[in-house]
């Protein structure tokens, strides 16, 4: 099968087991269960899930006893969403397309729908009784850190903290992303390594993190661009939200041209880690240029 076919394996598989092992009936509230499937099941590119597929087939040539854990991040990563769309956030009414969860459930439970797939992600990863348990303790540790106040949260509450249009250089915004966005993309980087290697390789570790580092920096230099240069319709959220909120972004700081030419070039470096590694000619190479290559 060639690379770009795997890649599309990668996402239907995603899919289907997310869509198989997100709860469908509630005794306490069926609104809270719907709402999980609506957050999780609404579209989006499995970009992260796919990240921890093609890490895990590149060390191992199979990627099934992965799937779980790739869907756990996905879990995790539509909570932040749904967090970061409600009004006391970006305030977004729209995501993937779609309403976004609070327009749909109401801000308060669209809040307890968030909350409730944070626990969902760590029981899906520790069930996962394919892998060894020591493995599963690292993997839930990783999630935990990239999810926490070092992480994604961490990263937002900079965000939030910024009063509109405060001034941001370059290496702060760089820092805010990292947290914000970036440690997703080196979590699903590890804990694809974690699953797929046989012995521990310190020098594999490195490379993998900061190969993730990269990408994930790129892919939000990415987002940045299609946010102030594509319909509504292409992003999926409402079309400028970014200079609606006066945020500091990629473009604004660097320029459109310059921005892309960034993401290019964080693509490139990304790619030499890989190389570095051995593994130039690998799907995780291909995630990688799918990420970025959304902009020419």
Known sequence: ??????????VTAIESRLDA???TESGHSQALVDGMRYAVL???KRLRGSLVCAATHTLSDSYENA?????????????SLVHDDLPVMDDADTRRGQPSCHRVFGPAMATLIGDALQPFSFNVILDCEDIPREKRLEIAKVVSRAAGWHGMVGGQAWDIRLTKYSELRLEELRRLHAAKTGEFFVAAVDIGRIIGEENQDDQLAVGMRRFGTYLGEAFQVVDDVIDCSQPSDVTGKPIGQDERLGKQTFPVLLGIDQATAYAHELLGKALDELKQLGLTDSVLADVAKRCVERIN
């Open 21 to 23: 092992i997100l709860p």
């Open 67 to 79: 799937l779980d854990c790739a869907c756990a991040l996905e879990c995790m990563h539509a909570y």
């Open 1 to 10: 099968m060639s690379t770009e076919g795997l890649l599309d394996e990668f």
């Open 42 to 44: 609404n579209g989006g």
